[in-house]
């Protein structure tokens, strides 16, 4: 793929927008490059859309020009989708479908060829906000689209501990905190920091977990009740299954929570021994090898066990 300002510079009417249930990738490689198009193309109207993220991203610049409301029937030029393919986008799937041209930037294995006309997919990149990095003139970049595109980094590589941060992700990392943003209080505001409901949450699904398999998987669940009881939505939920994965000897981690009558949203992660991307899409979900997502239907206890299937298949292989 050419640098995005090759494929947009022609356009009046520009689209950005990702998955729906924003995370720290998509809000940061979205509002990245949202910043980045603003300032090289003043002339351009260019139109950012997601789900309201969660307030811990509200130190990104422009964060408040983010539109959640779809309601516009307006036909643009580009839209740009980032960190998903099509069928995740919510609401603004609607611009994909008629823009003039599409372009698709994402890292997930599921979604390796691209949805768009033309697409920058590399499954081996730490984050979307990592290939958005790629396509800018660097001359370009300040400092408010440098920190955006640091966050959206930090979160998909887990401050750069998850196996998908590579060599060449670490130099980003260092070309991006040269341009004087305040790096360590990014990573505590945005990725640690939790509010006081969050931990007693947290500390809640961690005491009713159960191991299982041998204590190689675990599993917590929320049910709508108990998050309504602490006054909590999806975004307060983040991070809990990261904190399952981390329990020793846990290969494994499942965390599920209620969002419909009898309907799960699913987050697995995995230390290495389990691909879970490839359970989550079984189910039609995706995401990476070692942490993926899916919604499923049923109780809660068939879930659980359709899911444990497809674990139990891959634990018991032969590690290579």
């Given at each position: 793929?050419?640098?995005?300002?090759?494929?947009?510079?022609?356009?009046?009417?520009?689209?950005?927008?990702?998955?729906?249930?924003?995370?720290?990738?998509?809000?940061?490689?979205?509002?990245?490059?949202?910043?980045?198009?603003?300032?090289?193309?003043?002339?351009?109207?260019?139109?950012?859309?997601?789900?309201?993220?969660?307030?811990?991203?509200?130190?990104?610049s422009r964060i408040g020009d983010i539109k959640t409301d779809?309601?516009?029937?307006?036909?643009?030029?580009?839209?740009?989708?980032?960190?998903?393919?099509?069928?995740?986008?919510?609401?603004?799937?609607?611009?994909?479908?008629?823009?003039?041209?599409?372009?698709?930037?994402?890292?997930?294995?599921?979604?390796?060829?691209?949805?768009?006309?033309?697409?920058?997919?590399?499954p081996d990149a730490s984050s979307a906000s990592e290939l958005?990095?790629?396509?800018?003139?660097?001359?370009?970049?300040?400092?408010?689209?440098?920190?955006?595109?640091?966050?959206?980094?930090?979160?998909?590589?887990?401050?750069?501990?998850?196996?998908?941060?590579?060599?060449?992700?670490?130099?980003?990392?260092?070309?991006?905190?040269?341009?004087?943003?305040?790096?360590?209080?990014?990573?505590?505001?945005?990725?640690?920091?939790?509010?006081?409901?969050?931990?007693?949450?947290?500390?809640?699904?961690?005491?009713?977990?159960?191991?299982?398999?041998?204590?190689?998987?675990?599993?917590?669940?929320?049910?709508?009740?108990?998050?309504?009881?602490?006054?909590?939505?999806?975004?307060?939920?983040?991070?809990?299954?990261?904190?399952?994965?981390?329990?020793?000897?846990?290969?494994?981690?499942?965390?599920?929570?209620?969002?419909g009558t009898q309907e799960y949203k699913v987050s697995l992660?995995?230390?290495?021994?389990?691909?879970?991307?490839?359970?989550?899409?079984?189910?039609?979900?995706?995401?990476?090898?070692?942490?993926?997502?899916?919604?499923?239907?049923?109780?809660?206890?068939?879930?659980?066990?359709?899911?444990?299937?497809?674990?139990?298949?891959?634990?018991?292989?032969?590690?290579?």
């Open positions: 793929m050419k640098k995005i300002l090759e494929e947009v510079r022609s356009s009046d009417k520009i689209a950005i927008t990702g998955h729906v249930r924003p995370d720290g990738d998509c809000v940061g490689s979205c509002m990245g490059m949202y910043l980045y198009l603003k300032k090289a193309l003043p002339g351009a109207q260019v139109d950012v859309y997601l789900e309201k993220p969660s307030a811990v991203f509200d130190c990104i779809c309601g516009a029937d307006t036909v643009y030029d580009v839209c740009i989708v980032l960190d998903v393919a099509a069928d995740r986008l919510g609401d603004a799937e609607k611009y994909f479908l008629t823009a003039k041209k599409t372009i698709n930037i994402d890292h997930h294995i599921s979604n390796a060829s691209g949805c768009a006309q033309v697409n920058y997919c590399r958005v990095y790629e396509l800018m003139d660097e001359e370009l970049i300040d400092k408010d689209i440098a920190q955006a595109i640091y966050i959206g980094i930090i979160h998909d590589t887990g401050v750069f501990q998850y196996s998908n941060t590579t060599p060449h992700t670490m130099e980003i990392g260092a070309r991006l905190i040269r341009y004087g943003f305040d790096f360590s209080r990014l990573i505590d505001e945005t990725f640690y920091e939790k509010t006081y409901l969050q931990a007693q949450v947290l500390g809640r699904a961690l005491l009713e977990s159960v191991r299982f398999m041998e204590g190689r998987c675990i599993v917590s669940v929320i049910d709508r009740k108990t998050m309504d009881f602490y006054g909590v939505n999806a975004k307060d939920l983040e991070g809990i299954v990261s904190q399952l994965r981390v329990i020793k000897g846990v290969e494994c981690a499942l965390f599920l929570y209620q969002t992660r995995s230390n290495g021994r389990v691909n879970v991307a490839e359970v989550a899409s079984f189910f039609g979900g995706g995401g990476h090898v070692r942490a993926a997502g899916c919604t499923m239907h049923g109780t809660v206890h068939d879930c659980i066990n359709n899911l444990s299937l497809h674990i139990e298949r891959q634990l018991q292989e032969e590690p290579t």
